[in-house]
T-cell receptor, first 111, second 111 residues
Framework: DTEVTQTPKHLVMGMTNKKSLKCEQHMGHRAMYWYKQKAKKPPELMFVYSYEKLSINESVPSRFSPECPNSSLLNLHLHALQPEDSALYLC??????????FGQGTRLTVV | SQQGEEDPQALSIQEGENATMNCSYKTSINNLQWYRQNSGRGLVHLILIRSNEREKHSGRLRVTLDTSKKSSSLLITASRAADTASYFCATDNRRGWDMRFGAGTRLTVKP
């Protein structure tokens, strides 16, 4: 299994809602990533978990809260988002010093 | 934050022609990777070149790396309409697990 699975594919949420994005991989990768991508821009690194510990947090607003329940799962909890947070959210996983596998992303719209 | 810049930002060529994209980066790296993205969905890994390598080939792809100039190039030979996509370089710096993307090149191959 060489897939990274993200759910949901699309999400529309209001500014007062709480929702979660989910990501799963079964390749035994020890690093998992969240990226945010706006249209016609490159992916921007948000968070990195390595060996289930948060190793990089790129000064992301606290309305985004990552969680790594185990080595196969990565969540991104969303609360009180703003319309400018609308974007494609990409999850990826990798093994040490190897290339990353990406999920198909969650297209988030905040209304 | 992004790691570096890519040029050109957009490239339009005819089928059968070669396409060359360049990437520059700022910090010391473990490796440099090239990814492809279709229609704003997930990224697909194309090729990884390590900091001690200068050139790598994979099918119609050729990647070069010049660590003294902190730059890399991706050459796609005999392009096809199906190569139409956005191409990004990404660097994995010496901290590890810290993969950041360049600005990307939007390639259009006309049939």
């Amino acid at each position: 299994d060489t897939e990274v699975t993200q759910t949901p594919k699309h999400l529309v949420m209001g500014m007062t809602n709480k929702k979660s994005l989910k990501c799963e991989q079964h390749m035994g990768h020890r690093a998992m990533y969240w990226y945010k991508q706006k249209a016609k821009k490159p992916p921007e690194l948000m968070f990195v978990y390595s060996y289930e510990k948060l190793s990089i947090n790129e000064s992301v607003p606290s309305r985004f809260s990552p969680e790594c329940p185990n080595s196969s799962l990565l969540n991104l909890h969303l609360h009180a988002l703003q319309p400018e947070d609308s974007a494609l959210y990409l999850c990826a996983s990798s093994q040490d010093k190897q290339y990353a596998f990406f999920g198909q992303g969650t297209r988030l719209t905040v209304v | 934050s992004q790691q570096g810049e890519e040029d050109p930002q957009a490239l339009s060529i005819q089928e059968g022609e070669n396409a060359t994209m360049n990437c520059s980066y700022k910090t010391s790296i473990n490796n440099l990777q090239w990814y492809r993205q279709n229609s704003g969905r997930g990224l697909v890994h194309l090729i990884l070149i390590r900091s001690n390598e200068r050139e790598k080939h994979s099918g119609r792809l050729r990647v070069t790396l010049d660590t003294s100039k902190k730059s890399s190039s991706l050459l796609i030979t005999a392009s096809r309409a199906a190569d139409t996509a956005s191409y990004f370089c990404a660097t994995d710096n010496r901290r590890g697990w810290d993969m950041r993307f360049g600005a990307g090149t939007r390639l259009t191959v006309k049939p």
